[in-house]
């Protein structure tokens, strides 16, 4: 196990990585304020890891209150952010009753935010069960729920006191699931990182088969520029905008195309293509550069074309991020593989183009 | 005017109290990030002061979005909440737009709340049309909406950058109305400044006849005191409990008659009687200083008796409590009149005999 450290102005918690750490409850019992828990989950991983997680924590004098959610994107809404409230009430849970989110990033989001909210903020513990909230999500606090006008409206900013990223819980993982989060990871090479994004290129076949080491090293490497950003800029006033790239496209695939149809990773994989390819129309990038990207998406087992919405419902979906200062849409773009940079607002012909060009597939049905 | 500065370890903003306020725009232009902003009212104080308020803003180039909601207690839910960020969404408000919320504590409290959220929390400013809310809801950051099981259980700690306590705004206010923010100044005196109590029992006529001096010392005192208060223990770990005097109680009021049957104020009154009565079970308050207590409740026009829900009905609603810890209530009691104590549990025999006492109502419908 390695431990990384993600020190805020106000907080520092740990981000535990390894394997077989879910059964080491040893890890929790200290973060907790009294010895009751809830446990939130979906309908998909409770009968993989509940009732282990439960019967560890019970073993100690743990109170555990399941709450099992739908699970997907789709259900990433109030109605049920509502069930955690019943549950919670119900079950007379208290200010200092800690949930866990045991779950990938629709779980963690949720929970995150729900412990935000709850009697004005609880407890809350990260495990997160997928790789796309290993490397991402489940660091940096940013928890929320979608509005049908766009993702991630209604949210906090909210950090844990822990997150758990045990390796072996990949191993359920599926095949589609694996790939969305390697978007993620993929993510921070180009962003930040040009050594990491060769050792992907050389790498994605070991990742694909689940190689413990290559997994492991792709989540560490992960955290510790998340929590690096994070630490800079807790609340996205400046760099953390670049952990975004690829999102503003990726965002508006999800809303365009109805919460639940791609995978967010997914979506985040051709969102990715698109910034890079504004990027080469802005000079930045190479054709090759672009290559290389597409390349690597791909590789990942993603989407690198993204649908044919029409330049005009594109805007209106990108109109809703959270990133638009005076009307303006801030794009992260690269300035290099491995160099992210914000780009607020682009030509209204190079817009026209991105959206009719060759990373656009008229045939994804919306 | 006078200003009070409520200054806490991550930020600092002012309460500015006096006359003519809303038509002195300037007070709010500093604090505007953009000149945007949504006026977050409901369809009784719209009326009165919105167009006012927007004009005056618009003649500065401030783009003003209405957001007209229902009013009442019955209404503080996610249903209505919602109505903010479809509207806020709707009109591609951004992350720096600032919410102002005209009218009582309901909206402040929804407004903060949907503030806190938007995006991951954007701005917001307090300008609050009833005594209540300019006595206690207005000041110090906490917001929140109710839950079928508990009062308040949804919300956040978020401050808003300016309050704007418009004495003249209390000219429209129902009879009703001023009792219930009379409720909460009385609380101020209970709990913490026995010579304040003297004045309110000196000056309470002058108050229901909304002499304006009196009003705003009344004001200015009890922002005073929350500021205070706030200042020392701004996330209620332990101080501002006290600022709860009346109401375990009167939540449990709201809660087992329904929200909006009575107005929180009038909850808090009957509540700080029972509050009162416990104090003198334990032998802390003599029977004189019970009469006290009654006698000036009453005199602010509040409701003195609390309804017969029955020992079970009340443990329950109160055991839903922000202030429960490890199953146990903590009581807000008072050691005397103007110095109040937190009290961890109250023993059953003493419960049932409150609950079935000269304070209980057997006639309040329920």
Redesign the interface.
């Known amino acids: 196990m390695i431990t990384l450290d993600l020190t805020l102005p106000?907080t520092r918690y740990p981000i535990h990585i390894g394997h077989g750490l879910l059964d080491q409850v040893e890890l929790i019992l200290p973060h907790l304020p009294?010895p009751q828990v809830a446990i939130v989950t979906n309908d998909v991983v409770a009968p993989l890891y509940l009732e282990r997680l439960t019967r560890q924590l019970e073993s100690h004098g743990v109170h555990c209150i399941p709450v099992i959610l739908p699970d997907g994107e789709a259900h990433k809404n109030?109605q049920t952010l509502?069930l955690i409230?019943?549950a919670l009430?119900?079950a007379?849970a208290?200010?200092?009753t800690t949930l866990i989110a045991l779950g990938g990033g629709v779980i963690g989001d949720m929970t995150g935010f729900a412990a935000?909210?709850?009697?004005?903020?609880a407890p809350f513990i990260q495990i997160p069960t997928t790789l796309l909230a290993q490397v991402d999500s489940s660091v940096g606090g940013?928890?929320?729920i979608n509005?049908p006008?766009?993702k991630?409206?209604?949210?906090?900013?909210y950090q844990p006191k822990l997150v758990l990223a045990d390796m072996d819980l990949l191993a359920t993982l599926p095949e589609r699931e694996l790939s969305a989060g390697i978007a993620e990871v993929i993510k921070y090479g180009l962003l930040g990182d040009a050594d990491f994004l060769a050792w992907l290129e050389a790498n994605m076949d070991k990742l694909r088969a689940r190689d413990p080491a290559a997994l492991q090293y792709a989540v560490r490497r992960s955290c510790e520029m998340k929590a690096e950003i994070v630490g800079q800029d807790e609340?996205?006033q400046g760099v953390r905008a670049l952990l975004n790239l690829g999102h503003t496209f990726g965002h508006a695939i999800e809303a365009g195309l109805g919460y639940g149809h791609w995978l967010h990773g997914e979506a985040v994989g051709a969102g990715m293509v698109l910034a890079a390819a504004a990027s080469q129309a802005l000079g930045w990038l190479s054709a090759e550069d672009v290559q290389r990207v597409v390349t690597l998406i791909d590789a990942a087992g993603l989407p690198v074309r993204s649908p044919d919405f029409g330049v005009d419902e594109w805007m209106r979906h990108m109109?809703?991020d959270?990133k638009?200062?005076?009307?303006v849409i801030r794009f992260i773009l690269l300035k290099q593989l491995g160099q992210a940079v914000i780009q607020p607002g682009l030509p209204p012909a190079l817009l026209d183009t991105l959206f009719s060009g060759p990373h656009i597939d008229a045939t994804i049905p919306h």
Chains 1, 2 share one sequence.
Do not use: P
């Not at 935000?116 to 903020?121: I, K, N, P, S």
């Open positions: 106000d009294i109030w509502n409230f019943d009430l119900g007379n208290e200010r200092k935000a909210c709850y009697q004005r903020g940013k928890t929320a509005h006008l766009g991630n409206m209604i949210g906090a900013f609340k996205e109109g809703h959270k638009v200062e005076s009307g």
